[in-house]
């Protein structure tokens, strides 16, 4: 049997459905589904996923013949149930093409609307409607965007608006209007005769009056850009393959535009922004969807609720608003209330919170759109707890409806209070995505790219953002519009991405030529300073301080809920007290890592760290340790006690030497002073300890067991903080940890200096403490040989940032100078120091458990390289057997969730 290409919908009946998300996309299966439960959708037909890679395989042409037959036999399909004619000069019907992949990527592809208009057609469908400027109009949409998405009709220069609105602006100017909808049905046909010129004289060819040619360039036109480059970035953000590929959905048009009685919206079940269980959303009358979403007029509510709030915010009287602005729900009541139903009953269906697209057409509702919505990091944890709450999802659905790593965005800055209440308020938008942000006002994509790449903190300032502007929205602070509402792309975009965002300032005079912002009679140039509340809609001039946010409430309950089913415990890797009490606060149970090198960092500390380096011999070494002892005593009280009675992983020293020598002329003067020598000895010493590549040299419990006074010096610094604590009744749960081991008697020597040194201090105490003795897995050898060295290893941690290194052979610090063209050739499909490599260095991490655990089966295991903290990698964890992982602080939550969400895969 051939294969199938084509699935239709309509009438309440439907050849796909909702689970079929991968063959038909999210577009396509949604509307099958909808016609399944009995929503109102213009019927149509969906080109599979499956041809997109057909279409790269094998063409423009082949793919055309293949699907000629049953694209003809759907299309005549909705002509029978929509009673009209495709390119019919009497009875015409229209349809829109549109793209959808399996996730959703908003406003990533091109759609194409009015599609199977000619000169002929559109004197048909003016005799049909009895509707000129609205056929006019159609007319002219269509060619416009025909032109734009197909035809490849774009601006020459970044500086130039679009080609058919420099048109546009030219007949307003013309005519002396200055709104599109004052233009005359004679404008209308002037318009259109005016692009298609434009058209020929660009692109050297006539516009395609024939529709069966128009519709074949709509659907490859909507393959194409499954591949064009904001496609591509979006892909690359969110790891959507790009082998999925894109259908195609070819639907009846339903006219927003067909006057007063018509209208068209974007509405969602829940607030995406803060997650109030809330219906909202915006429409226009007498309009199409595009003119919604592209943000070129400011629409207006669709709840009464929401349009006061709006009012409120925008400074508009009651007045004025339940006239000019006033609301779906008063202005089309019994639309509002058939909408608010299906709203409802697609929310309930799906249970969750949905993103849904309408239009109005002569006083009938259509669907043409729903799916899960996009939502800031709040949101999503708010509407999860709540549909738990309401019952509509249980307590596994819950927790896995919440991404970890979006968890990011609730731990996001705000602005410091003190330096708000300072600050002045220079214009107010949209609170369209929520956070703070501060940084230099740029005003094309390109240009944001390039200063952020050269350290720049920018915010980038458009009058609209289109798609294109997706790489520069990617690198800015946060972004701010002039034009646009909460569901413009430059807001959904900037959600997705929990990037903080205002719209729709209107007050704001941008010029892009001058790269000046006039606003309010002050004047900004690129490159001042502005900073922009996504939670309020304020825009500040001038640089204000951002703090990290505050968590409790739903937060709260879903940490609760996760450690209802995890089994995997969450560490952190921590080196000072205040670190250790964020981990605590975010729910850290312990430390796996406290870096112990890290501790010498500030003052006085690393001049007795250098003189313990540069000493020539025992002797000198021991003297510079005396003076260690008393700070690294005092730092490990501080840790000890902010994790009061959790486990606390202290690793020895393992620092590559020569980044803690000074290797300039005053650091060395310094230290000649302070040590009595000559800056010659210094130098010659600085210079004796210079590595090829010190991550492979005199590092880890090489240092311990050249310099066994160090490891000697650490264990009594450790242990008189415990003893000390215990006097205090505060509990210390030591555990002392060796890194970098390879052999096993490197451990073994090293565990003989640190229970020596242990007992000599209990002798001299009179008191003892418990405590065990691990190592870090880290080399390969120590991996392989597993099983030898936890017969005297009590403790596992596996490094796995050396342990990347050295299983692929790269080296940590000089990975950048491939790694990009690894990543784009797609050697490596990520990172291998982000995401834990589960097939190479993830064997080794199981093998060495499995080994370990054969000699001593109660053996703790963890991991605290960078992956402790990563999603995938800690559910790997989990699945290995380990018994926890530990991240930095702000990382805590997320390895939370994700090893609950491990848990409940089981
Ligand atoms: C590791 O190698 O994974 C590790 C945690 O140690 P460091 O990053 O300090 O080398
Ligand atoms: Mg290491």
């Not at 430059?490 to 997705?496: H, L, M």
């Not at 952190?572 to 312990?590: E, S």
């Amino acid at each position: 049997m051939e294969k199938k290409r084509v699935y239709t919908f309509g009438n309440g009946k439907a050849e796909g459905k909702a689970d079929m998300k991968n063959l038909l996309g999210g577009k396509g299966a949604n509307l099958a589904e909808m016609n399944l439960i009995g929503v109102p959708v213009p019927p149509g037909f969906t080109i599979t996923t499956e041809v997109c890679a057909e279409y790269y395989d094998l063409g423009q042409d082949k793919v055309v013949e293949l699907l000629t037959k049953e694209v003809e036999k759907a299309v005549a399909n909705i002509e029978g149930l929509m009673n009209s004619k495709f390119g019919d000069i009497e009875n015409p019907l229209l349809l829109s093409v549109r793209s959808g992949a399996r996730a959703s990527m908003p406003g990533m592809m091109d759609t194409i609307l009015n599609l199977g208009l000619n000169d002929e057609v559109v004197e048909g469908l003016v005799r049909k409607t009895g509707n000129a400027r609205f056929a006019w109009d159609s007319y002219r949409r269509f060619v416009q965007m025909y032109g734009d998405v197909v035809l490849g009709m774009k601006p020459t220069n970044k500086e130039d608006i679009d080609p058919f609105e420099a048109i546009i602006e030219e007949v307003k100017e013309e005519k002396g209007v200055a709104l599109d909808n004052q233009l005359t049905v004679d404008d209308l046909k002037d318009l259109v005769k005016r692009f298609k010129a434009a058209v020929k004289n660009q692109t050297g060819k006539d516009f395609p009056t024939c529709a069966y040619e128009q519709l074949w360039g709509a659907v490859c036109a909507v393959f194409n850009s499954w591949m064009n480059e904001r496609a591509i970035l979006y892909r690359k953000m969110e790891g959507i393959p790009a082998e999925w590929g894109t259908a195609v959905t070819v639907q009846a048009m339903v006219f927003g535009n067909m006057g007063d009685t018509s209208a068209t919206g974007v509405c969602f079940s829940r607030d995406a922004g803060n997650g109030e269980d809330l219906f909202n959303g915006e429409y226009l009358i007498n309009a199409q969807g595009e003119d919604v979403v592209a943000g070129i007029r400011t629409p207006m509510q669709i709840t009464k609720i929401g349009s006061q709030r709006w009012a409120e915010l925008a400074g508009v009287s009651e007045e004025k608003r339940a006239g000019e602005f006033a609301s779906l729900e008063e202005a089309m009541p019994e639309i509002y209330k058939e909408l608010d139903a299906i709203q409802t009953k697609l929310e309930n269906h799906y249970r969750d919170m949905q993103d849904m697209e309408f239009t109005v057409q002569d006083g009938k509702l259509w669907f043409l759109q729903t799916r899960n919505g996009k939502r800031t990091g709040f949101a999503m944890v708010k509407i999860a707890m709540d549909l738990l709450k309401q019952g509509m999802i249980d307590e596994k659905t819950a927790l896995n409806r919440v991404e970890p790593n979006k968890l990011d965005e609730l731990l996001h800055p705000v602005f410091d209070k003190k330096a708000l209440a300072k600050a002045n308020v220079l214009v107010k938008g949209l609170p369209a995505s929520p956070g703070a942000a501060t940084g230099q006002i740029v005003f094309f994509a390109d240009d944001a790219t390039v200063w952020a790449d050269e350290g720049r903190k920018v915010i980038l300032v458009r009058i609209e953002t289109s798609p294109e502007d997706l790489a520069g929205m990617a690198v800015a602070e946060g972004i701010l519009t002039a034009r646009g509402g909460m569901t413009s792309h430059a807001a959904v975009v900037a959600r997705g991405m929990g990037k903080c965002c205002v719209s729709g300032a209107g007050a704001l005079n941008i010029d892009y030529k001058k790269r000046t912002i006039e606003v309010n009679g002050k004047l900004l140039k690129e490159g001042d300073y502005l900073s922009i509340n996504g939670t309020t809609g304020e825009v500040y001039e001038g640089k204000i301080e951002t703090i990290a946010a505050e968590v409790s409430g739903d937060f709260d309950d879903l940490m609760k809920l996760a450690d209802k089913y995890t089994k995997l415990q969450v560490r952190t890797n921590a080196d000072t007290p205040h670190d250790a009490q964020i981990a605590r606060d975010f729910g850290a149970v312990g430390i796996g890592l406290c870096r112990t090198e890290h501790m010498f960092f500030e003052g006085e500390k690393i001049k007795a760290m250098r003189e313990m380096i540069l000493a020539e011999n025992a002797e000198g070494r021991k003297k510079a340790l005396a003076k260690i002892l008393p700070y690294q005593q005092e730092d490990f009280k501080g840790i000890f006690k902010a994790m009061n009675g959790f486990p606390v992983t202290v690793r020895l020293l393992d620092p590559p030497l020569h980044e803690f020598v000074p290797h300039d002329l005053k650091g060395q003067e310094d230290m000649a002073k302070t040590m009595g020598v000559s800056v010659e000895i210094i130098r010659q010493r600085v210079h004796s300890l210079s590595e090829q590549n010190p991550m492979l040299g005199h590092r880890g419990c090489r240092l311990g067991n050249t310099y066994p006074e160090i490891t000697e010096m650490q264990t009594r610094a450790i242990l008189g903080a415990a003893l000390e604590l215990k006097k205090e009744g505060i509990i210390a749960k030591p555990e002392i940890m060796v890194p970098l081991t390879g052999i096993l008697y490197e451990f073994k020597e090293q565990e003989g200096v640190i229970r020596s040194a242990a007992e000599k201090l209990f002798a001299e105490k009179g008191d003892r403490i418990d405590f065990s003795v691990g190592t870090m897995i880290e080399i390969p050898r120590a991996a392989l040989t597993a099983d030898r060295i936890a017969s005297s290893a009590e403790f596992f941690s596996f490094g796995t940032n050396d342990l990347t290194q050295l299983t692929f052979g790269y080296s940590r610090d000089d990975i950048a100078s491939f790694l990009p063209v690894y990543l784009e050739k797609k050697i490596l499909k990520v990172d291998p120091f982000q995401v834990l490599d589960q097939k190479g260095v993830g064997q080794l991490v199981r093998m060495a458990t499995e080994k370990g655990r054969s000699i001593r089966p109660d053996l703790k295991c963890g991991i605290c390289g960078e992956h402790g903290g990563e999603p995938s990698s800690v559910k790997f964890c989990h699945r290995v057997g380990l018994n926890y992982v530990s991240c930095s602080p702000f990382r805590v939550p997320i390895a939370r969730l994700a090893a609950a969400q491990a848990a409940i895969e089981e």
